[in-house]
């Protein structure tokens, strides 16, 4: 991917947390869906326990881990780049790096490239 092509990446420091999470629990899903609160954060989930839905967008994939977007959001955020990023700090209870005190964190910035005409298809 283009540095200005929307899609996700993941900062160093998320990609060693998403390693070590990987160890512990095995295969991995991310999702990013809209709102408040925990909502606007990216989850990290065992990727047998959430179930992606049918409007769901995969947007990429992070320490080779699918990453999705819920379809609303995909369309409000059609020319961004998402950046996954770790902090310190205690986020959702049902994310999985909540116990490690840290938490995934999502950055963005504005892309030059227009967005695709359809997103693609949820796996």
């Not at 998403?18 to 606007?40: K, M, N, T, V, Y």
């Not at 065992?46 to 990429?60: I, T």
């Amino acid at each position: 991917m283009s540095t200005n092509e929307m899609g996700v990446v993941a900062t160093p420091a998320a990609e060693a947390l998403i390693a070590e999470l990987q160890r512990r629990h095995g295969p991995l899903l991310f999702h990013q869906s809209g709102g408040c609160c925990d909502g606007s954060a990216p989850m990290c989930y065992p990727r047998d326990e959430f179930r992606v839905g049918a409007r769901d967008v995969h947007l990429g994939d992070i320490g080779g881990q699918p990453f999705y977007i819920g379809g609303d959001q995909y369309a409000l955020w059609a020319h961004t780049r998402l950046i996954i990023d770790v902090i310190e700090g205690r986020g959702s209870g049902f994310s999985l790096e909540a116990p490690e005190g840290k938490r995934f964190l999502t950055r963005s910035e504005l892309c030059s490239v227009p967005p695709r005409d359809q997103p693609p298809a949820a796996r």
